[in-house]
């Protein structure tokens, strides 16, 4: 990751594609979320979107794989004096996530994440908060995922040094 | 499918029920987290606990699978659920660390019947995810769409 005083608002990263395979939504809600229209692919063409969809966690837990893989594949530079940039921190939670659109069998949705916001901690003068725009869109161009992403990053100098 | 035992009539505004039991195990933990989230403080226990999280620990992308499975094993299987438009708020407040039990407590918010569709209503609920200790480690905040027993007619709250 890059230092959270480097971090720009409206700086975006585009994440990459992840085609949802029968298979994987299946064994995703099987474990997580086991409604029939999500695990049935024969029963789900009576269901509510008429066709096998993924859960909208398998959905959402599918950006923080892509966008893992994105912050592994950059490297960020060292500082002057040779330290090395943090890894990426935990996050307090998310907000306003929707899924306004179903993902089916074989859709292709494509990723990305885009700063909009940095907070200060009160009781963590080392760390920063990141929020991100964060969104899911199908191969037809519809938003299948849309929310709030929060991040904890480190400072490289803790406020109040 | 057969006759949902839960409408959207059976879930009054101010009710509180626990219920669910969930071990997370470290093969569960290190399972999701391979896949979903490779980040060191949910792959690796020393590196967990040089962290800031101070020990392994389930991704809370996991919290949210494991509670949304609790919330299938304990309603929405037998309800006349018909999906949810999203997620309000979710906030990770602890860790949930190998070992923990969790379980969760629901309380019904707000709801209000469909304007356009007389057979829906909606509901609002405050689920919490409680440990062992009983810690609020997660909250989920939402909306959820339920079919009516009794379409288009008056609710009483």
New interface residues.
Partial sequence: MPWFEDIKIGSRLDLGSHTFTAEEIVA?AT??????FHTDAEAAKDG?FGTLTA???HT???W??LM?AARQGRDEPLDADGRKPP??????????????APVRAGDTISYSSEVIEKLDMRTRPG?GIVRSRNTGVNQNGETVLN?IGQG?IQRRHPRGE | MSEPKYFWEDFPVGETVEFGRKNVTKEEILEFASEFDPQPFHLDEEAAKQSILGGLCASGWHSCAMAMRMMCDGYILESASLGAPGVDEVRWKKPVYVDDVIRLRRTCTERRASKSRPEMGLTKFRTEVLNQKDEVVMTMEGWAMYGRRHPGEEAES
């Fill in positions: 995703f474990k997580y979320d086991p409604q029939y509510p859960s909208g966690w959402s837990a599918t923080m794989k893992i890894a990426g921190g935990p996050s307090p939670g998310f907000l306003d996530m929707k899924w306004p760390w929310f904890l």
